[in-house]
C-alpha cells in the first residue's frame, strides 16, 4: 500500500530507463539494515507500486520551462499510511535521491545532488482500501506478516548478540536495551520495532497495553 510517483520533464528518461528506475525506487524504500524477515519484505514489496509521470508542462518558480538537455530536475511523491510517514522519511528521502543519482550517472549527466524534491505524503485512517474495504496501518501490517509468523519464529537466535531478540510480528532485530517497546509472555520477553507490532502481539495474545 505504498505508491511512490515520480514526475521527470519529457524526453529525460527512455523507456528502458523508466523502467530500471522504477526498479531501483522500490530497492531503494525497502532496503534497510535492520531489515524486516525476508518473506515480510517481500509482501511489502507486493504492495508497492511506481508510477513514472512525463507532464505536459514543466513551469519553474523564475516562470521558465524545463529543457530536458538542462541538469533535469525531478519530483518523487511517496504516499504511504499516516503512521508510517515519520519513519518512513528519516531513510526514504536520501535513497529515493541516491536512486536518482544512480540514474543520472547512467545516462552520462553528473550525478551529484540530482535535482530532487521528495514528498512523503501520509493517508488518513481509513483512506487506503484493499479487497474492496478500508485497510488502516495495523490492517496491512496484519496482511504482510500474518502469513510468515511461523517462519519469523523459526529465525535462528543464537548467534544473536546478547540483548538483541526477534520481532515476533515482522522479524526485525530489537534491542533490549534501546527500546521499551517490550512485552512479557509465557515468561520470555519480546521486542518489536514499532508499537503497531506490539499492539498486533498484544492484541492476538490477549495481553493489556499500558500505553
Keep these: 500500500m505504498i505508491l511512490i510517483e515520480l514526475f521527470a520533464p519529457a524526453g529525460v528518461l527512455t523507456p528502458a530507463q523508466r523502467q530500471q528506475l522504477g526498479k531501483r525506487l522500490i530497492d531503494a524504500l525497502m532496503s534497510t539494515e535492520d531489515a524486516h524477515a525476508e518473506a515480510v ?25 524545463t529543457d530536458p538537455t538542462d541538469p533535469p530536475r525531478y519530483l518523487i511523491r511517496v ?7 515519520k519513519e518512513m522519511s528519516a531513510h526514504a528521502i536520501e ?9 543520472e550517472a547512467d545516462a552520462g549527466r553528473n550525478p551529484d545532488q540530482p ?11 481509513g483512506s487506503l482500501g484493499m479487497y474492496g474495504r478500508p485497510m488502516g496501518s495495523l490492517d496491512l501490517i496484519q496482511h504482510m506478516t500474518a502469513p510468515h509468523r ?5 529465525i535462528p537466535t543464537d548467534d544473536l548478540p546478547t540483548g538483541i ?16 517497546l517490550t512485552l512479557d509472555y509465557k515468561d520470555t520477553v519480546y521486542g518489536f520495532c514499532n508499537g503497531q507490532c506490539r499492539r498486533i502481539f498484544a492484541d492476538e495474545h490477549g495481553l493489556p497495553l499500558n500505553a
Design 41 to 65: 519484505m517481500d509482501s511489502a514489496r507486493a504492495l508497492t507500486q511506481v508510477l513514472i509521470h512525463e507532464p505536459a508542462a514543466w513551469i519553474t518558480g523564475d516562470r521558465h520551462p
Design 95 to 103: 535513497r529515493l535521491t541516491q536512486a536518482l543519482a544512480e540514474t
Design 115 to 125: 535535482h530532487a524534491l521528495v514528498h512523503v505524503v501520509g493517508i488518513a485512517e
Design 165 to 180: 531478540v526477534i520481532d515476533p510480528v515482522c522479524g526485525m532485530s530489537v534491542d533490549l536495551n534501546s527500546t521499551d
Design 79 to 85: 504516499s504511504a499510511p499516516a503512521a508510517w510517514r
Design 150 to 154: 511461523d517462519a519469523i519464529a523459526d
